[in-house]
């Protein structure tokens, strides 16, 4: 299995500020890395698939990098509603793999 | 819109078997794959498996011998059933679709969860 290691498991942070979760794979997964935002009592949601690319309806603070095993989350001009658990998958090989999130939380 | 709801036992002894279903609507479900993904308390999500809208399956292998996905597209439904359910299978259950053609296997439509749990 391709086990996926999110860091930092969470961290505190105010409105208006930059943060970056990155995310690692155990194996070289290409750019088969996907970003899910999910907020207490809710299903996951997909935000950025294929390591860059943004889902519609996604604002454009948030923007994802990295290919091969490392990749990176970021959020600019952090906002309210932005504070929620965030998961990346590995969609490369069976069976597919969740990190184990981080919480972004208000300082 | 897109839409998946999925319904079954909220409770369910230990040993017996878990049964879920997904209905989807607002989209055929031929050319997608089609997912059920458990979140336990305080842990992180867990793929269990997959079904093609031809059939095909994938499961977890940490799940497979208990594990049964099925597809009925005529009613829009897939299914999950797992047998010999103990507490560590307490979860909420989602179903979530993985959309054709992308080259990769991602999530973009999400039912919105099932709790299922399990206890005498």
């Known amino acids: 299995d391709i086990q996926m290691t999110q860091s930092p498991s969470s961290l505190s942070a105010s409105v208006g500020d930059r943060v970056t979760i990155t995310c690692r794979a155990s194996?070289?997964?290409?750019?088969?890395l996907h970003w899910y935002q999910q907020k207490p009592g809710k299903a996951p949601n997909l935000l950025i698939s294929?390591?860059?690319s943004l889902q519609s309806g996604v604002p454009s603070r948030f923007s994802g990098s990295g290919s091969g095993t490392d990749f990176s989350l970021t959020i600019s001009n952090l906002q309210p509603e932005d504070f929620a658990i965030y998961y990346c998958?590995?969609?490369?090989?069976?069976?597919?793999?969740f990190g184990g999130g981080a919480k972004v939380e208000i300082k | 819109q897109v839409q998946l709801q999925e319904s079954g036992p909220g409770l369910v002894k230990p040993s017996e078997t878990l049964s879920l279903t997904c209905t989807v609507s607002?989209?055929?479900?031929?050319?997608?794959?089609w997912n059920w993904v458990r979140h336990p308390p305080g842990k992180g999500l867990e793929w269990i498996g997959s079904?093609?809208?031809?059939?095909?399956?994938d499961y977890n292998p940490s799940l497979k011998s208990r594990l049964t996905i099925s597809v009925d597209i005529s009613e829009n439904q897939f299914s999950l059933k797992l047998t010999s359910v103990t507490a560590e299978d307490t979860a909420i259950y989602y179903c979530?679709?993985?959309?054709?053609?992308?080259?990769?296997?991602?999530?973009?439509?999400w039912g919105q969860g099932s709790l299922v749990t399990v206890s005498s």
């Open positions: 979530a679709r993985d959309p054709p053609a992308t080259g990769s296997s991602e999530f973009d439509q």
């Open positions: 607002g989209v055929s479900m031929r050319g997608s794959w």
């Open positions: 079904i093609s809208s031809t059939g095909r399956t």
């Open positions: 194996h070289n997964i290409n750019n088969h």
């Open positions: 294929a390591a860059s």
């Open positions: 998958q590995q969609g490369h090989s069976s069976p597919l793999t």
